[in-house]
């Protein structure tokens, strides 16, 4: 990885999600059972998850990101502001298009803010899918092209640039209609015009929960 990527970029993602942290925890501590978070970046989710989680599984491509994780999930048992002990988190360096995890193994998974970046989406859609038991939920937190008119022509026009300043992320995916597609089942998706404050190019935003059917056993 890059000096930029592994020592800027996630300070660069701190104050992105930062502006998004309410929704976020809110979101996160509804997750139940065993929970897969894929792409966690700097940790940043890991002290939402309740007690209603009996363990908590994130992974991660970048392996510097993975170390500035554990580094504050062991700063936070520290501050006790952890629900879980810290022997419940598994911190792991991986593909979201290729995980290491077996089929109908995890009761929740959580997509935040990662689809935006994932080089092959469809793939690590259909590998999330996967790994979740029939009836288990997918809690998300995506942003998303805007509907057509003025701010879905811009993202298509800045996107290749941005594509490089941004470690890889994407402001015109059709996230929504990808997890459709692969098979899940929206519970609720709320679409949003989220925090002005933040670059308007990131405003759409879609959250919400699906599940995979019970017939896909």
């Known amino acids: 990885m890059s000096f930029y990527e ?14 998004l942290k309410k929704t976020r925890k809110e979101l996160i501590s509804t997750a139940e059972g065993r929970v897969l978070e894929l792409g966690m970046g700097n940790g940043a989710n890991l002290p939402y998850y309740s007690s209603k989680a009996s363990e908590v599984v994130g992974i991660e491509p970048c392996a510097a990101m993975v170390e500035l994780a554990k580094d504050f999930l062991h700063k936070q048992e520290a501050e006790s502001t952890l629900s879980l ?5 598994t911190l ?13 193994s995890f009761d929740t998974v959580v997509a935040c803010l990662v689809f935006c970046t994932i080089p ?8 999330m899918f996967r790994v ?22 811009i993202q ?7 594509n490089l300043i941004g470690c890889g992320c994407n402001l015109n995916r059709n996230t929504k209609a990808l997890f459709s597609d692969v098979g899940f089942e929206y519970e609720r998706i709320d ?14 935003v879609i959250k919400g929960a699906a599940s995979k059917p019970v017939e896909s056993a």
């Open 120 to 127: 092959d989406a469809e793939k690590a859609a259909k590998e």
């Open 92 to 104: 792991d360096v991986g593909s979201g298009e290729e995980l290491p995890y077996a089929d109908d």
């Open 132 to 153: 979740l038991k029939p009836g288990g939920r997918m809690l998300f937190l995506e942003h998303v092209h805007a509907k057509p008119g003025i701010k879905h022509n």
């Open 85 to 89: 002990e810290l022997d419940r988190y």
């Open 191 to 204: 679409e949003l015009q989220h925090h002005p404050w933040l670059l308007p190019l990131f405003s759409s």
């Open 156 to 162: 298509n026009f800045v996107n290749p640039a941005w």
């Open 6 to 19: 592994d020592k800027i970029f996630p300070y660069v993602l701190d104050v992105v999600l930062f502006g």
